[in-house]
Structure formats: structure tokens, C-alpha cells
């Protein structure tokens, strides 16, 4: 069965980065987009950017252009997130998403990780 | 401000039928097709609804999708007390090349 499996809950002072992991299983990885969508503690859903793990190749919103890199490691099937010069407001939930590019939707959601940012 | 707009909230009691809208424009649900996800408490977002009318294996057909011109919605019939979570309108939008997400709306089953 198609998991992602996302890495542990992150606290970081304010100006520092953090790195996010989310490892795939049950499908071939390099097959399919592998998004990111982050949400604040009680708000929706934000979209950060998208990346193609066969090319490497990425698209990332506007608002986290220079400061957000998507990245993956095919041989161990895993995407990593990094956001970096950290502030409060970007303390929320952190999902990684599978992308069906055919149909363009997220069919599939790794459980979250929180990145609490805070002095 | 949320590129797409949704009612914050919607509720309806056991066995009622309650739709759910997404307003958008033309560079967004105009022009692409739209998905939607139901949140759970405390739990990652499912796809529920793709390509603006089709359900993943396993969503049950009380679960249903429309769109029209920049708007679409989502309807629930036959509501149940576990169909209460928060649900998302999602679409392409071309002009900012990005995914945008409605704000959400919270579904109560009174």
C-alpha cells in the first residue's frame, strides 16, 4: 500500500532552517510528483511547491520563492523540504502529498510535521 | 485572503443533504479542474473528489462533485455524524502558477 511517512516534530529558533523528510514505500517513487502543503494551527491549507523526483526538477509558490528547496534521495525513496530564515508565522503542520500529474490531485498524504518556530 | 472562497461553515443534521460551494475565477477553476479533500480531526487531509466529479476507490457516492463556469461544489447526501471534518476546494490557477486552496469549511452534523 502506498505510505508516506514524514520525519519527527521540529522546534527552531527564529532565522534558523529546517529540513522536513518524507519517505515513500509501496510505489515507485520516481513515478509521481511529490508535493508540499503546510497549515497553520487552525487555518487552511497552503500550497509550497511541487517536485519531480525522477528529473529533480521543481516549482516552487511565490511566496516561498529563496527560501524554500525541494530536494530527494531516489536510492532510499525519500523528499526533503528545507525552509530556511524561520519565523514565527511559519510555525504550522507540514504535509508532503503525492501529485498525480494525469489527474492533478494528491491522492496521497504523508501524516504532518509540525515546525514549531520560537525564541 | 484564500484565492478561492468557501463558506466558512455548513451544517445539517443525519440522513440531510448539504452542498458545500468554491467560488473562484478565470485563471484558476475556469480553466483547470477542481479537487476537494476532507480533513478529519486532528488527521492529514484525503482525497475525496478529482477532476471536478470522480471519486477515489472507496469514497462512498453519497460523496459528489460539480462544477460550473468559476464555481464549483461539493454535495453530501444521506449525511452521516462522521461526515463532520473541515473540507477544501483545490484548483490550478495558471496566473499565479500555483496550486490554490479554498479557506475550508467546517461541516457540523447536528
Known amino acids: 500500500q502506498v505510505q508516506l511517512v514524514q520525519s519527527g516534530a521540529e522546534v527552531k529558533k527564529p532565522g534558523a532552517s529546517v529540513k522536513v523528510s518524507c519517505k515513500a514505500s509501496?510505489?515507485?517513487?520516481?513515478?509521481?510528483?511529490i508535493n508540499w502543503v503546510r497549515q497553520a494551527t487552525g487555518q487552511g491549507l497552503e500550497w509550497m511547491g511541487w517536485m519531480n523526483p525522477n528529473s529533480g526538477n521543481t516549482g516552487y509558490a511565490q511566496k516561498f520563492q529563496g527560501r524554500v528547496t525541494m530536494t530527494r534521495n531516489t536510492s532510499i525513496s525519500t523528499a526533503y523540504m528545507e525552509l530556511s530564515s524561520l519565523r514565527s508565522e511559519d510555525t504550522a503542520v507540514y504535509y508532503c502529498?503525492?501529485?498525480?500529474?494525469?489527474?492533478?490531485?494528491?491522492?496521497?498524504w504523508g501524516q504532518g510535521t509540525l515546525v514549531t518556530v520560537s525564541s | 485572503q484564500s484565492v478561492l472562497t468557501q463558506p466558512p461553515s455548513a451544517s445539517g443534521t443525519p440522513g440531510q443533504r448539504v452542498t458545500i460551494s468554491c467560488s473562484g475565477s478565470?485563471?484558476?477553476?475556469?480553466?483547470?479542474?477542481v479537487n476537494w479533500y476532507q480533513q478529519l480531526p486532528g488527521t492529514a487531509p484525503k482525497l475525496l473528489i478529482y477532476?471536478?466529479?470522480q471519486r477515489p476507490s472507496g469514497v462512498p457516492d453519497r460523496f459528489s462533485g460539480s462544477k460550473s463556469g468559476t464555481s464549483a461544489s461539493l454535495a453530501i447526501s444521506g449525511l452521516q455524524s462522521e461526515d463532520e471534518a473541515d473540507y477544501y476546494c483545490a484548483a490550478w490557477d495558471d496566473s499565479l502558477n500555483s496550486w490554490v486552496f479554498g479557506g475550508g469549511t467546517k461541516l457540523t452534523v447536528l
Open positions: 502529498a503525492r501529485g498525480r500529474g494525469v489527474y492533478g490531485d494528491f491522492d496521497y
Open positions: 478565470s485563471s484558476n477553476i475556469g480553466s483547470n479542474t
Open positions: 509501496g510505489y515507485t517513487f520516481t513515478s509521481y510528483d
Open positions: 477532476s471536478n466529479n
